[in-house]
Nanobody, 127 residues
Framework: QLHLVESGGGLVQPGGSLRLSCAAS????????IGWFRQAPGKEREGVSC????????NSANSVRGRFTISIDNIKNTVYLQMNSLKPEDTAVYYC????????????????????WGQGTQVTVSS
C-alpha cells in the first residue's frame, strides 16, 4: 500500500511562493504518475499539475501554468510543487495523488484516475 504524505503548506501573501512536498517510503514514486490537486471550500477537487512516470513529462491546468512547477527527486523519493506568484484564488487544501499507470507518457490530471491520496496540506494566500 502506497502512503503519501504532503507538507509545506502555510499562509503566504499574494505574490509570494511556497513549495509543497509529497513523500513516500514504501515504493518509488518514479513508477507512478503523480498529480497535485486542490479543493477550496464549497468547490470540487480540481487538478493542478502532474508528472508522468519514467519520462517525467508534465501537465498543468491553465490556471497555474507559468506559475507552478512540478518536479521529482528520485533520491529523496519526493515530488515537489513549486508555487510562485500566488493569488488569493489559489487558497485551498492541496493533495498529492498517485496513479499506477501501465503506459508512460503524458499524465492526465483527472482525479478519477488516481487511486492513492495523501491527507492534504492547507495553503492560504492572504494579506
Amino acid at each position: 500500500q502506497l502512503h503519501l504524505v504532503e507538507s509545506g503548506g502555510g499562509l503566504v501573501q499574494p505574490g509570494g511562493s511556497l513549495r509543497l512536498s509529497c513523500a513516500a517510503s514504501e515504493f518509488p514514486l518514479s513508477r507512478y504518475d503523480i498529480g497535485w490537486f486542490r479543493q477550496a471550500p464549497g468547490k470540487e477537487r480540481e487538478g493542478v499539475s502532474c508528472i508522468g512516470w519514467r519520462d517525467y513529462k508534465t501537465n498543468s491546468a491553465n490556471s497555474v501554468r507559468g506559475r507552478f512547477t512540478i518536479s521529482i527527486d528520485n533520491i529523496k523519493n519526493t515530488v515537489y510543487l513549486q508555487m510562485n506568484s500566488l493569488k488569493p484564488e489559489d487558497t485551498a487544501v492541496y493533495y498529492c495523488a498517485a496513479n499506477l499507470s501501465p503506459t508512460p507518457g503524458i499524465c492526465v490530471i483527472d482525479k478519477g484516475r488516481y487511486g492513492y491520496w495523501g491527507q492534504g496540506t492547507q495553503v492560504t494566500v492572504s494579506s
